[in-house]
């Protein structure tokens, strides 16, 4: 199967830094999120980004489907935006069967 | 728009009960939906694909006669796992995709933690 991978896997910020998290995936895919867990568990969606480059207030982000990476990236960090965030791919023509990443698990600190 | 609920949000069970879990689709019609299992500290692992009127597809490792899933409506899977034990303690969620050919994305529920004791 599809193979995902999310780097770094933790990483520490001071408040108002920025930062650059990646997925890297095997295959072709026809879908790509990014997803932000919040401390109760829900999964927020960030980004519906199976190519290109979208951007929403602090956060950004960009595929680049035909080198199988995506990057999202976080300026001026506040501690909100700590917790878990991970990536998830769907192989095109896989059913539209999400494989999640490894997650990145990002704390900011005053 | 695009809101996914599940029931219940959290439930403690006995060893040998089962329990059911609820998924809905509030603002849009889900032919398609997904169950998804999480152990602490650890990423999402999709479990089965839920279809509506058809029979659920599922993962490879995952008993079909342990998690009965079943998707009677457009808007509504229920995933309930059979005479549960201690090692299906985890965190059930599921998602869900619009009725849309050329929509992919999926939109998540909040999760349900169980734990069985």
């Known amino acids: 199967g599809i193979q995902v991978e999310q780097s770094p896997p933790d990483l520490i910020l001071q408040e108002g830094a920025n930062s650059t998290l990646r997925c890297n995936f095997s295959?072709?895919?026809?879908?790509l999120q990014w997803f932000h867990q919040n401390p109760w568990g829900q999964l927020i969606n960030l980004f519906y980004i199976p190519s290109g480059t979208k951007q929403n207030g602090r956060l950004s982000a960009t595929t680049v489907a035909t080198e199988r990476y995506s990057l999202l990236y976080i300026s001026s960090s506040q501690t909100t935006d700590s917790g878990v965030y991970f990536c998830?791919?769907?192989?095109?023509?896989?059913?539209?069967?999400?494989?999640f990443g490894t997650g990145t698990q990002l704390k900011v600190e005053l | 728009g695009a809101v996914v609920s599940q029931h219940p949000s959290w439930v403690i069970c006995k060893s040998g009960t089962s329990v059911k879990i609820e998924c809905r689709s509030l603002?849009?019609?889900?032919?398609?939906m997904f169950w998804y299992r999480q152990f602490p500290k650890q990423s999402l692992m999709l479990m089965a694909t839920s279809n509506e009127g058809s029979k659920a597809t599922y993962e490879q490792g995952v008993e079909k006669d342990k998690f009965l899933i079943n998707h009677a409506s457009l808007t509504l899977s229920t995933l309930t796992v059979t005479s549960a034990h201690p090692e299906d303690s985890s965190f059930y969620i599921c998602?869900?995709?619009?009725?849309?050919?050329?929509?992919?994305?999926?939109?998540f529920g909040p999760g349900t933690r169980l734990t069985v004791t």
């Open positions: 295959d072709s895919v026809n879908n």
């Open positions: 998602s869900a995709r619009v009725a849309d050919r050329g929509q992919h994305e999926q939109y």
């Open positions: 998830a791919v769907a192989v095109t023509g896989g059913g539209n069967k999400l494989t």
């Open positions: 603002d849009f019609q889900a032919t398609t």
